[in-house]
T-cell receptor, first 109, second 111 residues
Framework: GQNIDQPTEMTATEGAIVQINCTYQ??????LFWYQQHAGEAPTFLSY????GLEEKGRFSSFLSRSKGYSYLLLKELQMKDSASYLC??????????FGTGTRLQVFP | NAGVTQTPKFRVLKTGQSMTLLCAQD?????MYWYRQDPGMGLRLIHY???????AKGEVPDGYNVSRLKKQNFLLGLESAAPSQTSVYFC??????????FGDGTRLSIL
């Protein structure tokens, strides 16, 4: 079967660092994506990992371990505008995306 | 809107009515997708298309039909709307192997 797990909710303080974990079991693996979705808006692409290791993009970094079926999204220097849902998605062997249910992050002052 | 325009943005239907959701892209991408998003369920793929004139079923295709007569447009049809189809519908486009980019969504309520 196909299964992607991520925490439902997380809270953090402005200026802090937060790590959002994602574990997956899918039929084949052709890359892992992270999307950000503000309430009432469309998902927007954040990062993509296909090889093991860390990808850094400004305040956001994403890590992948294919052998462990594990990824995390790291957000540094949190800002209020980072309050959103973060979606983990795996591209399977047929090139379709399988999405997790998302992690709702609330950033407090 | 990432070059993906969805119309309408909101709609209320009665059970049994039919309607078509339109998705238009301005990037000439081969791949287009229709998803629905429900609370606690994440995004689920309804149908997708890998090129003009081709469509394929996703995870939750029942009750929906699609057409891709022109490369720029991907239509999602509800033949006989049911309350279970109340959802937010997102269209996305992509090139092969590249990230998908989403439209702003259509909020559909079926009474």
């Amino acid at each position: 079967g196909q299964n992607i797990d991520q925490p439902t909710e997380m809270t953090a303080t402005e200026g802090a660092i937060v790590q959002i974990n994602c574990t997956y079991q899918t039929s084949g693996f052709n890359g892992l994506f992270w999307y950000q979705q503000h309430a009432g808006e469309a998902p927007t692409f954040l990062s993509y990992n296909v090889l093991d290791g860390l990808e850094e993009k400004g305040r956001f970094s994403s890590f992948l371990s294919r052998s462990k079926g594990y990824s995390y999204l790291l957000l540094k220097e949190l800002q209020m505008k980072d309050s959103a849902s973060y979606l983990c998605a795996v591209r399977d062997r047929t090139d379709k995306l399988i999405f997790g249910t998302g992690t709702r992050l609330q950033v407090f002052p | 809107n990432a070059g993906v325009t969805q119309t309408p943005k909101f709609r209320v239907l009665k059970t049994g009515q039919s309607m078509t959701l339109l998705c238009a892209q301005d990037m000439n991408h081969e791949y287009m997708y229709w998803y629905r998003q429900d609370p606690g369920m994440g995004l689920r793929l309804i149908h997708y298309s890998v090129g003009e004139g081709t469509t394929a079923k996703g995870e939750v295709p029942d009750g929906y039909n699609v057409s891709r007569l022109k490369k720029q447009n991907f239509l999602l049809g509800l033949e006989s709307a049911a309350p279970s189809q109340t959802s937010v519908y997102f269209c996305a486009r992509s090139l092969y192997g590249q990230p998908q980019h989403f439209g702003d969504g259509t909020r559909l309520s079926i009474l």
